[in-house]
């Protein structure tokens, strides 16, 4: 029996559903939003960095991490790490230590503020 799934490079997963290779779909890890495959890859590309990192955060928070792969990077993460970090969640260090990143700080300690006695 042959997979129905396209053959991607050696010892990459297929996607864990045919709907992500699908730009009408809406892929389960948006599913607070009724983005499609189609805007999400739209928002990817967006000039903003802070749009890209929003978008971006919600995929490595909330996809099935051999689902990432069909859409961005290990580059386009590592350059878009300093405004991911705030959207990660509990994923930011999981996501560091896979891409060997920094174990990053959170939250940073620039944005504390000291207790008022």
Same mark, same amino acid.
């Given at each position: 029996m042959?997979?129905?799934?396209?053959?991607?490079?050696?010892g990459?997963?297929?996607?864990?559903t045919e709907?992500?290779? =699908?730009? &009408?779909? !809406?892929?389960?890890?948006?599913?607070?939003?009724?983005?499609?495959?189609?805007?999400?890859? #739209?928002?990817?590309?967006?000039? =903003?960095? #802070?749009e !890209?990192?929003?978008?971006?955060g919600a995929l490595l !928070? #909330?996809?099935?991490?051999?689902?990432?792969?069909?859409?961005? &990077?290990?580059? =386009?993460?590592r350059t878009?790490w300093?405004?991911?970090?705030?959207y990660?969640?509990r994923?930011? #260090?999981?996501?560091a230590w896979?891409?060997?990143?920094?174990?990053?700080?959170w939250?940073p300690l620039s944005?504390?503020?000291?207790?008022?006695?």
């Amino acid at each position: 029996m042959g997979s129905t799934y396209p053959v991607g490079p050696a010892g990459r997963l297929p996607p864990t559903t045919e709907s992500l290779l =699908d730009d &009408t779909a !809406r892929p389960y890890f948006l599913w607070w939003t009724d983005t499609t495959v189609g805007q999400l890859k #739209e928002h990817l590309r967006a000039s =903003d960095p #802070e749009e !890209r990192a929003y978008w971006m955060g919600a995929l490595l !928070r #909330e996809a099935n991490s051999r689902d990432v792969w069909l859409f961005v &990077t290990s580059d =386009d993460i590592r350059t878009l790490w300093p405004y991911l970090i705030r959207y990660l969640g509990r994923s930011r #260090e999981m996501w560091a230590w896979l891409l060997q990143l920094p174990p990053p700080e959170w939250p940073p300690l620039s944005q504390i503020r000291p207790h008022h006695a």
